[in-house]
Structure formats: structure tokens, C-alpha cells
């Protein structure tokens, strides 16, 4: 969602330079057009060849550098951003900031922007938790910018406190955020996603193979519209989506526990996790030993999260997927009518590109009045903003419906 969006990075002084010239590269990787500013500090640590390189643009150090003849420099990057992303941001840049100087560069075009701002602080714990950098913060909040939580861990000067840049996957996230239109506020989403794990001895488990990749990429892309999300998940090898209630399970009697006892605050539930119908009738509690012969596993039914869900379901947005190896269509508007969801997404594991692991999907969409959509092979990122979209379009009917 970032293609084409333009971006002005403002790189200041701190050992976290470095990690800035990787979020270059991601930023250019989904497309923005990056140009980027450097304090004078900032380049005692990395040249500026570096984001020439990276950005595939030139490097603004001057306050006094004209880019063309009518044209004032800070002015114009001003003019150009649709976000300012100063990261790392030292105490220093945080309290000119606040203050509204301009003595340099970068704090001529924060002052010469009508765009968002994000600062992203990296600098020592002591500094960061002192009151003036505190309140420095504050102040920016408070006139509408966004200030990221540094991250804990060891610091530059060996001591370990807060302080760490932020991850770089969670500074893209909030960037797609910022620039990402608010059509979902005041909805609340519960999503589930991933595996479940049904052990049947301590090192052992029943599972499938999701990924988690398309619950996780409702989540993300519903906190960008601007929905509260709830993300409910099996074991993944994913990174926890920033910004999100994160509700880790194993097992499907624990994430319907999870499901069931958050229903009552939220306004939509897309079930999009694998869940296992069955788990072993034990659970050794050690290792079960090698024997001769074959060996059996008594299996007993796991409760049909989904089906409890629509039993309490009120007004609440419900949306179920559907995977499949045969007969697709027949077998999904089965479970959708029998388990009372509102929509339901059915996926073919057999279809290349479809279903488990990878990062896309091929999907239908069959709702409960009928109607039948057939998407074409499609990023899971994209997949999940068409299935938000239709959870919009059933909300803004049903208001209509309801004249509220
Ligand atoms: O995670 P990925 O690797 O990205 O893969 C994505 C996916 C293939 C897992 C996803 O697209 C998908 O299809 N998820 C649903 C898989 C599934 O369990 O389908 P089902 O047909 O068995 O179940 C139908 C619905 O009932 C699902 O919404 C499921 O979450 C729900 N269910 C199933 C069993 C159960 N005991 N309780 C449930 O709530």
C-alpha cells in the first residue's frame, strides 16, 4: 500500500543510523519515493552515499541548498511528503521539535509541512526517561504526532534498559498505518489465525500446516483501516503484528476459551485459523516409549469454535473460511449456512498458489443471500482488504437496514 507514497526520512545522530539504511530499503521496496534528510550528526556515523544508494535519490544535508531556480529547498520537501519519518530520532530532534526551532534542515521542513509525523526515538534509557524528554514527547503527542515506543534490550553503551530503535517491521507497519484511510473505525475485529497444536505426550502434537500468513494479514491490514483488532493465534513463525491485542493459543479448546470470552466487546469475528476437528483423547503426561508393532491414537471432537460464535452472534459481523480439496463451492455454502456466518471464504489447498504457507491466495466468496465472487490469484495482503471490504459493505447495509 505504500507504492508511490511519498516519504521524506529525517536520519539524525545516533548509533541507529545504521538500521535506518535497512528501512530505506524496505520503504523503496514497497514502492514509496524516498528522499532523505540528514542532521549534520547523523553523517559522522553513516555517509550520505549510503541512502543516495539506497533511496536512488540525493541526500539533503543544507539548509541553504536550492533545488532549482524558484524553488526553496525546505520548502519543497515539505511540499512533498505525505509523511515525515524522522527515525532514529535523538532527544535532540525531540526537543527542537517541541519547541518549534529551526536551525537546520530537517527542523525547517518539520515546521514547513502540513503532512503526518512519525519520530521513532533511539538513544540511551537515561535520556529517554528523563522528565524533559518525557514531556518533550508529550507535547508532540498532544499536537497530533506519533511518537513510537523505543523498543528494550542492550543498548550502544553496553547498559540494557529502553531505548533500542523500534523493529524495523513495526516502524514500515506503523508507516502503512499513517498513510492507510480510516474506513473501519469503531469496529472491533477478533481474528483468528495459524494452527492449532493438539498434543497427544510432552514433545509430541496433531497440527496442519498454516502459517498464519492470512489471519495475520487480516490483522494488519484491518488495524491500518482503523479497526481495534483482537488476533487470536496458534504457534506461527510470524512476528507479533504491531498495534494489535495478541492472544497466543495452542490448542482449540484454548483458543475457543480465548474466542469466547473476549465475544462480548467486539463488533466482528473472521475465523480464518486452521482449527483441528479433533485431539487426542490423552495426553501422556511423558514421553510415550517405542514399541513393537503398530501404534493407536484414540481422537475426540474439538468444540466448533465458529458454530458456538453464531449461537451468541447478536449483531455481530461473522466470517468463516472454508479450505477444501474437492468440491469447493458445494461444501463451503454447506458450512456457511450450517454455522450461521454472514460470508464465508473458501480456499482449494490442491489449486497452485491457494490455501496453506504461501503468500498468496485464490479465494471464493459466498454469501448468505447467494451471491458468489471468484478471485483471481492474489497477494494474501490484498485478499484480506477485499474480505474487509465486504465486512464494510454488510456493516453499512445492515446501519442503512436498521436506519441507524
Ligand atoms: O495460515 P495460512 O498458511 O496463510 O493458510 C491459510 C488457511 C488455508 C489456513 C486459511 O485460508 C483457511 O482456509 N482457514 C480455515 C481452515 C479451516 O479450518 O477450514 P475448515 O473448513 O476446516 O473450517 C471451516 C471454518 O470453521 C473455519 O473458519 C474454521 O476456523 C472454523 N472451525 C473449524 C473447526 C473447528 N473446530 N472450529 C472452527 O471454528
Not at 505525505?82 to 515546521?111: F, M, Q, R, S, Y
Request: glycine share 8%; net charge neutral; aromatic share 4%.
Amino acid at each position: 500500500m505504500l507504492k508511490e507514497r511519498k516519504i521524506v526520512l529525517g536520519v539524525t545522530g545516533g548509533i541507529a543510523v545504521y538500521k535506518a539504511a535497512e528501512l530505506v530499503r524496505e520503504l523503496v521496496r514497497r514502492g514509496s519515493k524516498v528522499r532523505v534528510v540528514m542532521t549534520e550528526s547523523a553523517c559522522k556515523f553513516v555517509t550520505p552515499l549510503t541512502f543516495e544508494t539506497l533511496s536512488g535519490n540525493p541526500v539533503y544535508t543544507d539548509l541553504f541548498w536550492t533545488p532549482g531556480s524558484f524553488e526553496i529547498g525546505h520548502i519543497s520537501l515539505g511540499e512533498f511528503a505525505e509523511l515525515i519519518l524522522i527515525a532514529p530520532a535523538t532527544a535532540n530532534i525531540i526537543g527542537k521539535a517541541a519547541a518549534g526551532l529551526a536551525d537546520d534542515l530537517l527542523t525547517t521542513v518539520l515546521l514547513a509541512t502540513h503532512a503526518p509525523v512519525l519520530l521513532c526515538p533511539a538513544m540511551n534509557t537515561k535520556m529517554y526517561t528523563n522528565p524533559v524528554v518525557q514531556e518533550n514527547i508529550a507535547k508532540l503527542v498532544s499536537r497530533g504526532q506519533t511518537v513510537m515506543q523505543p523498543g528494550y534490550g542492550e543498548l550502544a553503551c553496553r547498559a540494557e534498559g529502553q531505548g533500542r530503535l523500534a523493529r524495523l517491521v513495526d516502524i514500515v507497519e506503523e508507516v502503512e498505518s499513517i498513510l492507510t484511510t480510516k474506513d473501519l473505525l469503531g469496529e472491533h475485529i477478533l481474528i483468528t489465525a495459524g494452527p492449532t497444536q493438539e498434543p497427544f505426550d510432552p514433545v509430541r502434537f496433531i497440527s496442519n500446516y498454516s502459517s498464519g500468513k492470512m489471519g495475520y494479514a487480516l490483522a494488519l491490514m484491518a488495524r491500518r483501516r482503523g479497526a481495534v483488532v483482537t488476533l487470536v493465534s496458534g504457534p506461527t513463525a510470524l512476528p507479533v503484528p504491531w498495534g494489535c491485542e495478541f492472544v497466543p493459543v495452542q490448542t482449540a479448546v484454548e483458543m475457543r476459551d480465548a474466542v469466547m470470552t473476549r465475544l462480548e466487546k467486539v463488533t466482528a469475528v473472521i475465523k480464518a485459523a486452521a482449527v483441528a476437528d479433533y485431539r487426542p483423547a490423552v495426553r501422556e503426561p511423558g514421553k510415550i516409549k517405542k514399541k513393537d508393532g503398530a501404534m493407536t491414537i484414540d481422537l475426540e471432537r474439538n468444540p466448533d469454535i465458529i458454530s458456538e460464535i453464531a449461537l451468541q452472534k447478536g449483531n455481530r459481523i461473522l466470517v468463516g473460511f472454508s479450505m477444501e480439496s474437492e468440491r469447493l463451492v458445494e461444501h463451503a455454502r454447506l458450512k456457511l449456512m450450517e454455522k450461521g456466518m454472514d460470508f464465508i471464504v473458501a480456499n482449494d489447498v490442491t489449486e497452485p498458489g491457494a490455501g496453506f504457507r504461501g503468500d498468496t491466495n485464490r479465494v471464493r466468496i459466498l454469501h448468505r443471500e447467494g451471491e458468489e465472487e471468484t478471485l483471481p490469484l492474489m497477494n494474501k495482503i490484498d485478499v484480506a482488504g477485499i474480505i474487509l471490504d465486504r465486512v464494510k459493505k454488510l456493516r453499512e447495509s445492515r446501519r442503512g437496514r436498521d436506519g441507524s
